[in-house]
Structure formats: structure tokens, C-alpha cells
């Protein structure tokens, strides 16, 4: 970390010494103002519920300018990597750090490739889960059993280690979406084909059956692949300081991952795809474009829980970059498949109009994020609605590993242990029950 010339001081306004803090400055962005010293030499916490102004560590992974609508894997433009890329190429990037060269490329591609099935054993833990289970919940536990499986790459201090179990987690999830999914319609599983590419085999995974030869079309395995860039890795969101906090304590990967996938589940981080979907149908069934109006009156009464789902983000006060791709996409797709006058493409667009107008919005900086366009083009190519949150867990678990690797070979990491300001009751006695009124 480069230290600034600047320093903050501390002052209190009960004649308490003041306190000297560094400040760190960032290759790009806001500086840090280090407070480590500050519990030791003050005795006083810092207080962020929500870590509205905690930067939790120092990352060379991902970059976010909020207020500009930018997003940056390793420097890369988040536009320049989904025009020029595949998915693999990200993800090497995410681990490695640099882009491949073609060779790299190729003994990536093949190293994945030849890590896609899963133990036989699996498909048995799998059998134990209702039929209607939520894919969210199966892969929850399908990706945790990964660590009662893979004994030789458990141990989160071995740089071997981590890098085996990266490459299987990255390999497995399509496998484990694709299983967890045909589990759930009562269709065979559909073994990974090694002369397809990443994206391919999962499509193929998904919709084939062994009745009659699948032919992935090019468009949609296109579509699914920039759907696999743009959820690859987000800085650190909910889920991926789920995955630091957890690994923190030297658990597995396998582990750690899973609790990843836990987090990400939550309505408002990866689940907002689905409750996206679910809210425009909500909306389409009670009359559509017509009822606009009705629904984001609704949403800004604070008086309702009704939030516009796939709009605003904690970070982005502007255009999400992601949302700008998937828009694009969505028109490539929807063109593709003829179905350019879908009507709850028409209702999203119309949607996003009147509320990109909308002095509620606007004053709140509430831009569309990535999930208000992602659902429309996953469905769009016949993925089940329940199942979108788990494509965005198999995208992202690339960008959990390479945060969680990042973490275990920082010197300076440590066990997550936050603390708090304790507000309940002071000591007191315990009675015997008896004489408890
Ligand atoms: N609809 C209506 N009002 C909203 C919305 C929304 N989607 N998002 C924020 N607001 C309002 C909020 O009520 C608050 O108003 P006020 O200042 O009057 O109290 C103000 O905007 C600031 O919101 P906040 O809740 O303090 O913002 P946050 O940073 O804590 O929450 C968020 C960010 C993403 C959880 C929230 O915007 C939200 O719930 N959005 C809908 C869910 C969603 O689309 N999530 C996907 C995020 S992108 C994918 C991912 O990273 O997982």
C-alpha cells in the first residue's frame, strides 16, 4: 500500500489526546484512512453498520467508480472484456492477473475442460433433496459436499491447493447448475461434452436430453457467455466478503465458496434477477404498461415494502456498465429468437423509462442495475425463472476465488473478527426459576 503525505488527526472534543492516523492512497479511487492503531491507543471503535465508509482490505481484482458508471477487471473496462473475450479468458485474467496469450489460452480452456464432471457420488447426495427444491438451496449443499469429495485440495494455506480447488469449482458449477436443474424436471443429467467450449457444454448440459442430438445456437451460447463476464466479479459485495469472512478462519474452499452461494441468494444482492422477473410478471398480469403508474406509486409510498427490483446499488450512482451490456444483449437475443415484441421485454423498457424520468429516481441517483435486463435474456433462452440466482452463483465463483487466493496470500490477513457498539443490559443476577415472575 503507498502511503500519502497527508495524515488525518483525531481530535475529541473531552480533551482526550488527539490521534495522528496514515492514509493510503489507491492506484485510482478514494484514499483509506488506516485505523488499526485506533482501538489500541483510544480504546474507541469505529462504528459502520453496512460498511458504508470501510474499505474491509486492499484488492487488485476489481475496480468501481460508481459515480462514473465504470467497472474494471485488472484494469480492463468491463465493455472492452465482454467485446473481445470469452469467459475463460476472464477468468484466467480474474486468477492470474493478465490476459492469456493463445497458448495460455488453450491449456486453460483444456485444464477446465477436464475438470467439468463431478464425482459419480454426487449425483446420490443430490437424489436426497426434494424434487421442488429451490436451486438455490441444492447448490447451497451441492457446492459445501464438494469439500466431502475433493479431500486432496481442503487445505486453504497450500497455493496447490487453492489452485486445484479453483479450477474444479470453476469447472463443477455448470455441471452442478445443469444437474441440480434437470433434477428438479425429473430429466436425465446430461454428462459434460469435452469438444464443447465452457458455455457451450452447459447449454448443452441444460437442454439436451439423450433422446436427440443438441446443437447450441451460437447467439444464446454468446448471450449466456457475456452473462458469465459480467456477474464474474464485483469488488467486495455481500457475497464476496461472505467468502473473505469465511475463509478468514482457514476453512476449505469448497467452504468458503458455499457460503458465497448462501449470500448471494438474498433478494436484494443475486436473487433481485428472479424477484425481477417475478415483479414484471406480478406487474404484466395485472394489466402491464397500463398499471405502470399504480406500481411505482406503490414503490416510492414509504409506507410499502415494494422496492423497483433490478434498480439502484450501493455502489453505482449512475448507469450500471453491466446493465448497458445486458441491455444490448437482450435486444441480440430477443432479435434472434423473434421475439422482439415479448411483452415483458416492452413492459422492462417502458418501466425503465418512466421511472428514468422520475423525480423519485432521479433524486436518489436509482439507475437500472445488471439484474433488471439478465432475467429477461435468461429467460428468453428457456431457463427457468428459480434458476437465474444460480447462474449468477457459477459466473461469480471465479470472482469469490480469485478474492478469497488474494486474501490468503496477503501477509497482512488476518481473521475477520468485527466488533460492535453493545447497547443491552449490564451485568445482573441470575434468579432460580422459581422466583422468576
Ligand atoms: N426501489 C425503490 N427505492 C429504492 C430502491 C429501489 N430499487 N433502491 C433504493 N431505493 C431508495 C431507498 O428506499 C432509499 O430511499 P430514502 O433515502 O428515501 O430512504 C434510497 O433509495 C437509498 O437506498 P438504500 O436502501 O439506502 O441503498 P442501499 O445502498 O442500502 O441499497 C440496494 C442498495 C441494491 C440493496 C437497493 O437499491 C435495492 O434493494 N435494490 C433492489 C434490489 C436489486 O436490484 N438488487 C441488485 C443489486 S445489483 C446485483 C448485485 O450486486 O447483486
Known amino acids: 500500500m503507498t502511503p500519502s503525505d497527508v495524515k488525518a488527526t483525531l481530535s475529541f472534543s473531552d480533551g482526550s489526546p488527539s490521534m ?45 467508480d460508481g459515480d462514473k458508471g465504470e467497472l474494471l477487471y485488472r484494469g480492463y473496462p468491463i465493455e472492452q472484456l465482454a467485446q ?15 490476459l492469456p496469450n493463445p497458448q495460455e489460452k488453450k491449456d486453460f480452456d483444456r485444464l ?19 424434487r421442488d427444491a429451490h436451486p438455490m438451496a441444492v447448490m447451497t449443499g451441492l457446492v459445501g459436499a464438494l469439500s466431502a ?18 479450477i474444479r469449482l470453476i469447472a463443477k458449477m455448470p455441471t452442478l447448475v445443469a444437474m441440480s436443474y434437470k433434477y428438479g424436471i425429473g430429466q436425465p443429467y446430461i454428462y459434460p ?48 466478503s461472505t467468502v473473505r469472512l469465511c475463509g478468514s ?18 433478494p436484494a444482492h443475486g436473487g433481485a434477477n428472479e424477484a425481477c422477473l417475478n415483479m414484471l410478471g406480478d406487474i404484466q398480469r395485472q394489466g402491464g404498461v397500463e398499471k405502470i403508474g399504480e406500481f411505482i406509486k406503490q414503490v416510492k409510498d414509504k409506507n410499502s415494502s415494494v422496492k423497483l427490483m433490478g434498480f439502484g446499488h450501493r455502489v453505482y450512482k449512475n448507469y450500471d456498465p453491466r ?30 423509462k418512466i421511472a428514468l424520468e422520475d423525480e423519485y429516481f432521479v433524486a436518489r441517483k436509482l439507475y437500472p442495475n445488471v439484474d433488471f435486463y439478465s432475467g429477461i435474456v435468461q429467460r428468453a433462452i428457456g431457463i427457468p425463472v428459480p434458476l437465474f440466482t444460480a447462474i449468477f452463483a457459477l459466473a461469480r465463483t471465479v470472482g469469490w476465488i480469485a478474492q478469497l487466493d488474494e486474501m490468503i ?29
Not at 496470500?409 to 432460580?432: A, C, H, N
Request: charged content about 20%; proline content about 5%; glycine content about 8%.
Open 84 to 98: 473481445n473475450c470469452d469467459f475463460m479468458e476472464v477468468c484466467y485474467l480474474l486468477l492470474k492477473g493478465e
Open 20 to 64: 495522528e492516523l496514515p492514509i493510503y492512497k489507491g492506484s485510482v479511487g478514494p484514499d483509506v484512512i488506516d485505523i488499526r492503531k485506533l482501538y489500541g491507543q483510544t480504546g474507541k471503535f469505529t462504528y459502520d453498520p453496512g460498511f458504508l465508509s470501510t474499505a474491509s482490505c486492499n484488492s487488485t481484482i476489481t475496480y468501481i
Open 409 to 437: 496470500g496477503d501477509p497482512e490477513y488476518k481473521i475477520g473478527r468485527p466488533r460492535q457498539l453493545f447497547v443491552g443490559s449490564t451485568p445482573r443476577q441470575v434468579k432460580p426459576l422459581a422466583q422468576r415472575g
Open 149 to 166: 469429495f475433493y479431500h486432496d485440495s481442503t487445505d486453504v494455506h497450500n497455493p496447490e491447493h487453492r489452485a486445484i480447488a479453483a
Open 193 to 240: 461434452k469435452n469438444s464443447l467450449s465452457y458455455t457451450a457444454n452447459f447449454m448443452r448440459m441444460m437442454f439436451a436430453t439423450p433422446c436427440e442430438d443438441y446443437e447450441p445456437n451460437e447467439v444464446l451460447v454468446r448471450a449466456m457467455d457475456r452473462i458469465f463476464i459480467l456477474h464474474a466479479d464485483h469488488e467486495q459485495n455481500a457475497s464476496t
Open 249 to 266: 478462519s482457514g476453512t476449505n474452499p469448497f467452504a468458503a465458496i458455499a457460503a458465497g452461494v448462501a449470500c448471494l441468494w438474498g
Open 112 to 130: 477446465v475442460t477436464m475438470h467439468t464432471m463431478v464425482n459419480e457420488q454426487m449425483q446420490f447426495f443430490l437424489r436426497g433433496f426434494r
Open 323 to 352: 446493465a448497458k451490456l445486458m441491455r444490448e444483449t437482450c435486444h441480440e437475443v430477443l432479435g434472434a429468437l423473434g421475439l422482439e415484441n415479448d411483452p415483458l421485454f416492452k413492459l422492462a423498457m417502458a418501466l425503465e
